[in-house]
């Protein structure tokens, strides 16, 4: 029996996750729409963590469409510091001194790595907490800093090694569109919940709706 119940919450967490894989890809189509698209995955996975399984198509695009603007004009300034910091890259190593240029590089590619550090926490925070832009991206930074070892690491260790598995093996990249995305998002939710419980406190909002749970999260 108990075997029984283990096969049946294994296929349902499966499908739980192609299906929110599925939904996460498709949503990422228009390209524009791939941060309102990140927070809805990592609010499904942060809600599977906290209240268990179920509800994800609902929870997905009801989360995707309450933090649409937000995530939008943060993906948007993501892509333009991502743009401006290759462009600088291109730039300085194209110039004749090659001392300066190799030493502007290096300094390009660590401020790419640090917004890279803190924006895996910003979708994870947008889809947990409301507040102001301007604050989560602060409170982004501050986790991303304070967290540094071992979360901060362990999430973008597994966000970087997915990348170039898909990169590098045509295997990983069909895995990938059946299942990678919303798979390394929820692993990565475990740790993300880890963290966000020194910095955040959740409270009773009255409401036994199993599709928002019963708590509402603050910053402590």
């Known amino acids: 029996m108990n075997e029984s119940n283990a096969v049946v919450k294994f296929l349902n967490k499966a499908t739980d996750i192609i299906v929110l894989n599925v939904l996460f890809i498709l949503c990422c189509i228009p390209i524009v729409t791939i941060g309102a698209s990140f927070t809805a995955m990592y609010t499904v996975t942060l809600r599977s963590i906290r209240y268990g399984d179920g509800y994800v198509a609902r929870v997905f695009f009801n989360a995707f469409k309450k933090n649409f603007k937000q995530s939008t004009i943060a993906w948007v300034g993501i892509l333009v510091i991502g743009a401006v910091l290759f462009l600088d890259y291109r730039f300085w190593d194209a110039v004749t001194d090659k001392t300066m240029g190799t030493m502007m590089k290096i300094m390009s590619l660590v401020i790419a790595f640090l917004v ?31 967290c540094l070892a071992p979360y901060t690491l362990i999430i973008m260790g597994l966000s970087i090694g997915f990348g ?19 798979l390394v998002a929820w692993i990565q939710s475990f740790f993300i919940y880890k963290a966000f419980s020194k910095f955040i406190t959740e409270e009773p909002v009255g409401t036994d709706d199993p599709l928002y749970g ?4 603050h910053e402590k």
């Open 116 to 146: 890279f550090m803190f924006v895996q926490w910003l979708f994870p925070l947008i889809a947990k907490m409301e507040d102001k832009l301007t604050r989560q991206i602060r409170n982004s930074i501050l986790i991303s800093i304070g």
């Open 164 to 182: 170039y598995l898909v990169y590098s093996t045509t295997l990983a990249m069909f895995f990938a569109l059946i299942f990678g995305f919303a």
């Open 214 to 217: 019963d708590m509402v999260a």
